[in-house]
């Protein structure tokens, strides 16, 4: 049975370059390691994915919108349903002057920032450089190995995962109580240096109120504790070290003394 547009489900999936079988990403950890293309400070677990909502690449996003649970299917994206194809008006003709002090060492294959935008340096002659800001992988055909394994049904489970995806790494730290339409998350002490913790909560707040639309407030609890008076296993060891996803909403959250409410 395909999804409906928003369904939250839990995926492993694995994508390389038909044509050449470059590794371009991975939520397993041995199909990271096959490809080459693993990262130690990366976690490897199923990933959160809503479906029809632009997490995914547009042409992936409408291949598993008609998967179901269960389902494992190596899916073809053709250039057009990946990156797109090679736009050669993507590439421009640079003067080396420009890259001030990198000008005597840039070089081919380098990846530098022209006027706010990425490109990568072709060649270089003549006093100037050819950079492509087409997308590195623009013009090849990607293969998706992707598995459903879960969908996420109930509103606690879909609470859960929402925190979690933008606590990456944390988010099972965080403790919430769903009483009707109202949910309270509580921040342990050690998560309020988390960099960008308010635009983490804000995030948070878009997502439950998108894709639990039940829950019609929400506040967020952060409660200092006395580390003089608590006993030594109770006493925080630190501030944890996340980093803020992206914010795709633009909700407004509440601030107040010791909580907030969205």
Known sequence: MAFEKGSLIFANYTAWVKDTGEGIESTVESEAKRLKIYEEARRYEPRLVAVGEGWLITGLDAEVAKLSVGDKKEIELSPEKAFGNRDPTQLRMI???KFGDREHELAVGDS?????????????????????????LAGKSIVYDFEVLKKVEADGDKVRALIDRRLA??????????NGGNLTVTVPQDLFLVEGLQIIKRGIANDVFKFV??????????T???EKVL???????????????PDDGKAPVKTGTNAETA
Request: proline share 5%.
């Open 224 to 226: 200092f504790k006395n």
């Open 95 to 97: 003067p080396l002057r």
């Open 112 to 136: 530098v920032d022209v006027d706010n935008r990425v490109g990568i340096v072709r060649f270089i002659g003549s006093g100037r450089a050819q950079v492509d800001f087409n997308h590195r």
């Open 213 to 222: 639309p039940a829950i019609s407030s929400l506040a967020f609890v952060e």
């Open 169 to 178: 790494g944390e988010g099972s730290r965080a403790t919430f109580e769903l």
């Open 231 to 245: 006993p030594k296993e109770e006493r925080s060891e630190g501030a944890g070290a996340g980093k803020a996803q």
